[in-house]
């Protein structure tokens, strides 16, 4: 899911947080008998609070931080899911760190902090909620995403293993091994898994087996592995994003498919069609915008419809499907199939 809009971890925080509710009593299993906890733990203090009272709750706040403070504004998603939106109907989260070595000094932090909020609450200031606090344990960054990638089976037969994990496969299961690098495509989004059942659909009815396969935006590359460990002969990935690129190249070779998958940077159309099948995992303005470019590189049918390329297509909220379909149909793809997850939907097409 690349060529526009394309998501990505971004820059890493050099820490990741382990959580543990601090009530105050620092009921802590790190604590050493002297009454200090572990080097390296960060007592955090949150506090929700209404866009008048977010400066004097910061202000509070930071009297014991000696990094100071930050403000999380609440936010709605827009644009299928790729940006953010400011909601100032909605109360902020002020947040502030302090070191929490000294239990002791963490205690009275927190009930100055809580007093201060309180008086500041007397002043009827629209909603400013109590104090939340929780322990944070630093850890290594570069290793701790790892923990929010599992094993993944989606469908029958599909399972995604990340690299560093490992996992037992029953006699039928098609496994991919995958690093995702800084590239789209693990699995856990629903427009890739839309996808790898539609594949997987595609394969059981017969349509994939000795197949040339087309991935626009190939992201990681999940989804052109797929279609070679189910049985394509021959796949293309391209993506406008030279990491994509990389990252579909390095998982090509990971599963030992280099003679089957090719990857390159760049779009549709490619110069290199037809082809039997197309996968798009992208988003429904870029597929309205694609939908010739697409239809160009799918194979025309015989007479009867005979041999008719099939295209599958996800990253469509379910409030731009409509638009997506007329621009299809504009396009001589003609909508078979509709499948959803959430307010997610793939749409499978055959050109005529």
Not at 20 to 44: I, Q, R, S, Y
Not at 151 to 171: F, N, S
Not at 309 to 330: H, K, M
Request: with cysteine; glycine share 10%; net charge negative.
């Amino acid at each position: 899911m690349a060529t526009s809009g394309q998501w990505r971890r971004g820059a890493s925080p050099p820490t990741s947080v382990s959580e543990k509710k601090f009530d105050g009593e620092v009921d802590n299993p790190v604590a050493h008998d002297d009454g200090d906890t572990a080097e390296g733990t960060w007592l955090e203090l949150a506090v929700l609070a209404d866009h008048e009272a977010v400066e004097a709750v910061s202000e509070i706040l930071s009297r014991f931080a000696p990094g100071g403070t930050s403000v999380e504004p609440a936010f709605e998603l827009v644009d299928e899911g790729l940006a953010a939106r400011l909601d100032p109907g909605r109360p902020a989260v002020v947040r502030a760190y302090l070191p929490a070595r000294d239990t002791g000094a963490a205690r009275r932090a927190v009930a100055d902090a809580s007093a201060a909020l309180g008086h500041l609450q007397a002043f009827d200031l629209r909603t400013i909620g109590e104090l939340q606090t929780r322990l944070v344990h630093e850890s290594d960054w570069a290793n701790a995403w790892k923990q929010h990638f599992p094993v993944l089976r989606i469908g029958r037969r599909i399972v995604i293993r990340p690299t560093w994990r490992r996992h037992r496969p029953a006699p039928d299961d098609v496994v991919l091994a995958l690093d995702p690098g800084m590239a789209f495509g693990t699995g856990l989004h629903p427009t890739t898994r839309l996808c790898l059942a539609g594949i997987e659909r595609w394969a059981d009815e017969g349509r994939v087996h000795g197949t040339t396969v087309l991935d626009v935006g190939c992201g990681s590359g999940v989804l052109a592995i797929a279609a070679a460990r189910l049985g394509a002969a021959h796949v293309l990935g391209v993506d406008t994003d030279p990491i994509a690129v990389e990252a579909t190249a390095a998982n090509t070779r990971r599963n030992r498919l280099v003679r089957r998958v090719r990857v390159r940077q760049g779009s549709v159309p490619t110069g290199e069609g037809p082809f039997d099948l197309v996968l798009a995992n992208l988003i429904a303005s870029v597929l309205v915008r694609l939908a010739p470019a697409l239809a160009g590189d799918l194979r025309v049918p015989g007479p009867g419809g005979i041999g008719a390329g099939r295209l599958l297509a996800s990253g469509i909220f379910i409030d731009r499907e409509a638009e997506v379909r007329d621009a299809f149909g504009a396009a001589r793809l003609h909508v078979t199939r509709a499948d959803r997850e959430g307010e997610w939907v793939a749409l499978e097409a055959v050109r005529s």
